[in-house]
């Protein structure tokens, strides 16, 4: 049987119909909406079009934004003050520093300055360490994205295997705590595998539900998934394709065509989990604003 498509794109315009709902009752209140601030460093164009995407759904679910523009000259300094300026600001309820940083800026201890009441990427070590020791807090957009897909589609973690490939910080790494963690989408037994790992292919094969969080494309090929297994795909990685006009298309780590034949549920690229990770900020940011504003 063909794997079923979990689509991102159409859970995340669910989930934004849901929240907007949230905030026309606030505004009817007479309260101001949430809003939410990005800085951006430079001109990556991949973090550019992410920022067009995070500013977009902040219009469609009634949120305000701004997008701090600053020259990749910028001082490390300059950035710290900056962030300090916006923890400091009432009217700003959550804010992101869109990374990667240039190279010169040390992203660790610009992120250890972003207050945590306003860490709605969840990056900070506390919000981090309460995620881990399952306390409120805010969870990193993109596992907590995938824990939305996952329990909006009825698919069972607990007792599942799962393995995770790679251990960033912001997916990885977080994707495999939260899983393993005694809650509604958790309980499973996880395996975190990496660029150290052996016999790779053999635990993979292994998973019930397989998260691939590395940025390779076609990194995960139809021998390493075990048949009926649940495959989601976090890469986004830009290959050349003469065929399109720009040159170029997306996809993920995964052989995702000669996968749909095997995997029981399984993402594409674009559409799956990308979506999912942008309404993730913004049910993040409304969160901050409900804990501020004691709603
Ligand atoms: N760069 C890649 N993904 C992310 C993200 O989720 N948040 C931020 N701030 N930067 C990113």
């Known amino acids: 049987m063909p794997a079923q498509i979990l689509d991102g794109k159409h859970l995340s315009n669910v989930i934004k119909g849901e929240i907007k709902e949230e905030v026309d009752a606030i505004i009817a209140k007479?309260?101001?909406?949430?809003?939410?601030?990005?800085?951006?460093?430079?001109?990556?164009p991949a973090s550019e079009s992410y920022i067009r995407n995070k500013v977009r759904s902040c219009d469609q679910v009634g949120f305000s934004s701004d997008?701090?523009?600053?020259?990749?000259?910028?001082?490390?300094?300059?950035?710290?003050?900056l962030v300090n300026q916006l923890n400091q600001d009432e009217q700003i309820d959550g804010f992101i520093?869109?990374?990667?940083?240039?190279?010169?800026?040390?992203?660790?201890?610009?992120?250890?300055?972003?207050?945590?009441?306003?860490?709605v990427d969840g990056f900070h070590p506390f919000n981090f360490g309460c995620m881990a020791q399952g306390l409120d807090c805010f969870l990193p957009a993109t596992p907590y994205g995938i824990l939305l897909m996952?329990?909006?589609?009825?698919?069972?973690?607990?007792?599942?295997?799962?393995v995770v490939i790679g251990r960033s910080n912001i997916v990885g790494r977080p994707m495999s705590i939260l899983l393993s963690r005694k809650s509604k989408i958790g309980n499973a037994t996880v395996t975190l595998v990496h660029s150290r790992t052996q016999n790779l292919e053999a635990i993979c094969k292994?998973?019930?539900?397989?998260?691939?969080?590395?940025?390779?494309?076609?990194?995960?090929t139809q021998d390493m998934v075990k048949e009926g297994a649940v495959v989601?795909?976090?890469?986004?990685?830009?290959?050349?394709?003469?065929?399109?006009k720009s040159g170029s298309r997306l996809v993920g780590d995964v052989d995702y065509p000669n996968l749909l034949e095997k995997a029981s549920f399984i993402t594409p690229v674009p559409g799956g989990v990308g979506p999912m990770t942008v309404v993730s900020l913004m049910l993040n940011t409304l969160k901050a604003y409900k804990t501020k504003h004691a709603i």
Do not use: C
């Open 30 to 44: 007479g309260l101001r909406p949430p809003h939410l601030s990005a800085i951006l460093v430079g001109n990556n």
């Open 67 to 81: 997008v701090l523009r600053r020259d990749e000259s910028l001082t490390e300094a300059e950035l710290l003050e």
């Open 97 to 119: 520093v869109q990374l990667p940083l240039p190279d010169h800026i040390d992203d660790q201890k610009v992120l250890l300055a972003v207050d945590p009441a306003k860490d």
């Open 150 to 162: 996952l329990d909006r589609n009825n698919i069972e973690t607990s007792g599942k295997q799962v």
């Open 206 to 220: 292994e998973a019930d539900i397989l998260i691939s969080a590395l940025g390779k494309p076609f990194f995960v």
């Open 232 to 244: 989601v795909d976090v890469g986004i990685n830009r290959i050349e394709d003469a065929t399109r």
